[in-house]
């Protein structure tokens, strides 16, 4: 029977070390809730918001559909995943809450860690929109 060194045990420890981190790729979902629509112009038209919601997403490669005015629905395919978001808004704020999602280890709660980094891309992008209305 040959010994185990305790160079392959400490091999062995950091790769089932390394294996259990890589299965913590998930965080609490984000969700933007009640983000104001901070507007230069004393009017903008609920027509423009649509506009700056749906070119910001767009030029973030997210695929955008208005159901109904005042609310979009937003998709995102990447890298065979999926994220669906809804974006009900109106002229004060917008909101960005999970829909759906395929690939993402979605639990009811917990999602993988890029898909927070997504929606924080897409307010960003919304809020730099709009604020130029």
Not at 86 to 100: G, H, L
């Amino acid at each position: 029977m040959k010994f185990v060194s305790l160079r392959n045990i400490l091999f062995i420890a950091v790769l089932v070390l390394t294996l259990g981190l890589m299965g913590c790729r998930t965080a609490p979902i984000y969700n933007v809730e009640n983000s104001p629509i901070s507007i230069s112009s004393d009017k903008a038209s609920m027509k423009q918001i649509k506009k700056a919601i749906m070119s910001a997403g767009a030029s973030l490669g997210w695929r955008m559909k208005e159901v109904k005015p005042g609310h979009i629905v937003a998709t995102l395919l990447l890298r065979g995943n999926s994220a669906v978001v809804d974006i009900p808004y109106t002229s004060k704020s917008y909101n960005i809450a999970y829909k759906d999602s395929t690939g993402l280890k979605y639990d009811g709660s917990m999602i993988h860690k890029n898909y927070n980094g997504w929606i924080q891309n897409l307010d960003n992008a919304i809020q730099s929109r709009v604020s130029i209305l």
